[in-house]
């Protein structure tokens, strides 16, 4: 059965720390990859996704990702973090079947 | 935008009533899905719709019944909640990939 695993429970970084966070698949077919975030009290929010092309993904607030095929690998990147982006962050993939298999999710804390 | 409303943020009932969480769109989005957000479970897929009074099970859908009459609503049904059924409920909409999710309703049963 496909799988998604995020690597990291619980991230805690001080502002201006670069971020990375961890996002495996055991997925063998042509993937689509998203990473989705939940900010306190808000409703999922689409951060990126990842069909075909770049493998290097931007997408809002200054966060990207970089899908690595042959490491099934889809880690969500950024560069300075904000105290702003204190959430809890999902990795999900989509099988063939079109439906989203889900990590567990990382909640993100940011110290001012 | 995109809008995905949930009748209700939050919902207090007794085990062994009926319990109803509404899901209404308004982009004509032909999918629609329930999920349950536990801690450290992430996501997990009740139950989903393609269609107008089409459903499909998904991974966890013991217990829960669901309907879709009009292809704006999906509604997620607690035959007779239970004390293991508190949770957040997403429910989210999609034509094509991504999913577009509401804002959850978060649900105890005492």
């Known amino acids: 059965a496909q799988s998604v695993s995020q690597h990291n429970h619980h991230v805690i970084l001080s502002e201006a720390a670069s971020l990375e966070l961890g996002c495996n698949y055991s997925y063998g077919g042509t993937v689509n990859l998203f990473w989705y975030v939940q900010y306190p009290g808000q409703h999922l929010q689409l951060l990126l996704k990842?069909?075909?092309?770049d493998p290097l993904v931007k997408g809002i607030k200054g966060f990207e990702a970089e899908f690595i095929k042959s490491k099934f690998s889809f880690n969500l990147r950024k560069p300075s973090v904000q105290w702003s982006d204190t959430a809890e962050y999902f990795c999900a993939v989509m099988d063939s079947n079109y439906q989203l298999i889900w990590g567990a999710g990382t909640k993100l804390i940011i110290k001012p | 935008d995109v809008k995905v409303t949930q009748s209700s943020r939050y919902l207090v009932k007794r085990t062994g009533e009926k319990v109803f969480l509404e899901c209404v769109q308004d982009m004509d989005h032909e999918n629609m899905f329930w999920y349950r957000q536990d801690p450290g479970l992430g996501l997990r897929l009740i139950y989903f719709s393609y269609d107008v009074k089409m459903k499909e099970k998904g991974d966890i859908p013991e217990g829960y019944s669901v309907s879709r009459e009009k292809k704006e609503r999906f509604s997620l049904i607690l035959e007779s909640a239970s004390t293991n059924q508190t949770s957040m409920y997403l429910c989210?909409?999609?034509?094509?990939?991504?999913?577009?999710f509401g804002p959850g309703t978060r649900l105890t049963v005492t």
């Open positions: 990842y069909f075909s092309g």
């Open positions: 989210a909409s999609s034509k094509y990939p991504p999913q577009y």
